[in-house]
């Protein structure tokens, strides 16, 4: 900790990398703290498969775009192609990245900000907060579960065992298909991915229920629970952390007792799907005024 930056820029999303140029053109040392595995990881995650992509600036700017190396052509393309484009731009650039390296605290004062990390402490005279607004919701259960957008690391590591996937929309569709496709590939016919919604309808767009719909016709072992709620984990003869799902509940018995119907997974084959939030927490935490 003995570097002191000019600027620290958490998140490496378009304003953080736009932050970062132009720092570097104004001979400002600068440090990009991204907790994912690479630049762009939150659109990567988030952003749906081929979405087009097209230039955009504040509302009520009247100027150039901003910072024009960063800005995407005129013609709309896929986010995959400019997220490519950013990250040979970064390459090129030579800007300070760290990845997987989480923000956590703001101490300190102007001119001397001290920013910690899940890996160390630096210090800074000025600070960007440039993580966006799509950030993981919380499943709400102790254990194990892997809360994820819209990739998945390692799908491998689920072949031959059951895996459940919670969530309704587009995100969760996709890993449910990804998976499929692993398993199926892997002639892993004695598994399945189990899809869970706790609405009884699904709220998929017309490719991803497309891709949905080929992987099944091609041999997907993909079984749907709809209406299916979490329930807080249990610990099994064997000390494991499990969720409980459960679909359907009787009329009551009387003297308030009720039967339930579900399925009981390892926490460590949960995949938690359930969409994003905005900062508003993180910057409650940091004592920030945020102004809309």
């Given at each position: 900790m003995t570097e002191k930056f000019d600027l620290i820029i958490v998140g490496s999303g378009p304003g953080g990398i736009c932050a970062a140029l132009s720092a570097k053109k104004g001979s400002k040392s600068h440090l990009i703290l991204e907790k994912g595995r690479k630049i762009m990881q939150g659109i990567i995650d988030t952003y749906p498969k081929g979405k087009k992509v097209y230039p955009t600036i504040p509302k009520g700017y009247e100027g150039l775009f901003p910072v024009p190396e960063i800005k995407p052509p005129e013609e709309k393309i896929p986010v995959e192609l400019y997220i490519e484009q950013v990250q040979a731009l970064a390459s090129e650039s030579r800007l300070n990245i760290h990845f997987n390296e989480e923000f956590q605290e703001i101490m300190g004062t102007y001119p001397d900000y001290l920013v910690k990390t899940n890996k160390g402490s630096y210090l800074a005279q000025n600070i960007i907060l440039a993580f966006g607004s799509n950030i993981p919701n919380d499943l709400g259960i102790y254990g194990e579960a892997k809360t994820v957008r819209r990739n998945i690391e390692n799908g491998e590591d689920y072949i031959g065992i059951n895996v459940l996937v919670i969530g309704g929309g587009n995100a969760a569709a996709d890993v449910v298909c990804s998976l499929s496709k692993i398993k199926r590939q892997a002639k892993d016919d004695n598994t399945s991915v189990y899809w869970a919604h706790i609405k009884e309808t699904f709220e998929i767009n017309t490719d991803t229920a497309r891709d949905?719909?080929?992987?099944?016709?091609?041999?997907?072992?993909?079984?749907?629970?709809?209406?299916?709620?979490?329930?807080?984990?249990?610990?099994?003869?064997?000390?494991?952390?499990?969720?409980?799902?459960?679909?359907?509940?009787?009329?009551?018995?009387?003297?308030?007792?009720?039967?339930?119907?579900?399925?009981s997974f390892p926490m460590k084959n949960v995949i938690a799907c359930i969409g994003t939030h905005g900062p508003s927490a993180i910057f409650d935490t940091l004592n920030l005024q945020q102004i809309t």
């Amino acid at each position: 900790m003995t570097e002191k930056f000019d600027l620290i820029i958490v998140g490496s999303g378009p304003g953080g990398i736009c932050a970062a140029l132009s720092a570097k053109k104004g001979s400002k040392s600068h440090l990009i703290l991204e907790k994912g595995r690479k630049i762009m990881q939150g659109i990567i995650d988030t952003y749906p498969k081929g979405k087009k992509v097209y230039p955009t600036i504040p509302k009520g700017y009247e100027g150039l775009f901003p910072v024009p190396e960063i800005k995407p052509p005129e013609e709309k393309i896929p986010v995959e192609l400019y997220i490519e484009q950013v990250q040979a731009l970064a390459s090129e650039s030579r800007l300070n990245i760290h990845f997987n390296e989480e923000f956590q605290e703001i101490m300190g004062t102007y001119p001397d900000y001290l920013v910690k990390t899940n890996k160390g402490s630096y210090l800074a005279q000025n600070i960007i907060l440039a993580f966006g607004s799509n950030i993981p919701n919380d499943l709400g259960i102790y254990g194990e579960a892997k809360t994820v957008r819209r990739n998945i690391e390692n799908g491998e590591d689920y072949i031959g065992i059951n895996v459940l996937v919670i969530g309704g929309g587009n995100a969760a569709a996709d890993v449910v298909c990804s998976l499929s496709k692993i398993k199926r590939q892997a002639k892993d016919d004695n598994t399945s991915v189990y899809w869970a919604h706790i609405k009884e309808t699904f709220e998929i767009n017309t490719d991803t229920a497309r891709d949905l719909g080929e992987e099944i016709l091609l041999g997907g072992h993909i079984k749907i629970l709809q209406k299916a709620v979490p329930k807080i984990g249990e610990v099994d003869a064997e000390g494991i952390d499990r969720l409980y799902i459960h679909q359907t509940t009787s009329p009551s018995l009387g003297n308030d007792l009720y039967t339930y119907q579900g399925m009981s997974f390892p926490m460590k084959n949960v995949i938690a799907c359930i969409g994003t939030h905005g900062p508003s927490a993180i910057f409650d935490t940091l004592n920030l005024q945020q102004i809309t």
